[in-house]
């Protein structure tokens, strides 16, 4: 059985941090590429930050600077170190698996960045 679990969402203020985490199990974790979206009320599921084995990592134009992805391959798990949040930054964060035409999605976790 494959799970993706994310954890670490919350609601935080502006410029504000916050680290989201990803426990993969029922997969070869370290052969995955790795990646976090995020989908904002009434907008379409976008990609935030892709992190393959060893530790190339993409971000998208709007977090960069900002956001830190990493995993953890020892422990199953990746990460999302954000920072300097902004109200932009609200949405459901999922975490996905992908290893050529296959992937597995997380169920999410919210984050709200709001004063």
């Known amino acids: 059985q494959v799970q993706l679990v994310e954890s670490g969402g919350g609601l935080v203020q502006p410029g504000g941090s916050l680290r989201l985490s990803c426990a993969a199990s029922?997969?070869?974790?370290?052969?995955?590429?790795m990646g976090w979206y995020r989908q904002a009320p009434g907008e379409q599921r976008e990609l935030v930050a892709r992190i393959t084995t060893p530790d190339s990592t993409n971000y998208a134009d709007s977090v960069k600077g900002r956001f830190t992805v990493s995993r953890d391959n020892a422990k199953n798990t990746m990460y999302l170190q954000m920072n300097s949040l902004k109200s932009e930054d609200t949405a459901v964060y999922y975490c996905?698996?992908?290893?050529?035409?296959?992937?597995?999605w997380g169920q999410g976790t919210q984050v709200t960045v709001s004063s």
């Open positions: 996905k698996a992908e290893l050529g035409l296959k992937w597995y």
């Open positions: 029922g997969i070869t974790f370290s052969l995955y590429t």
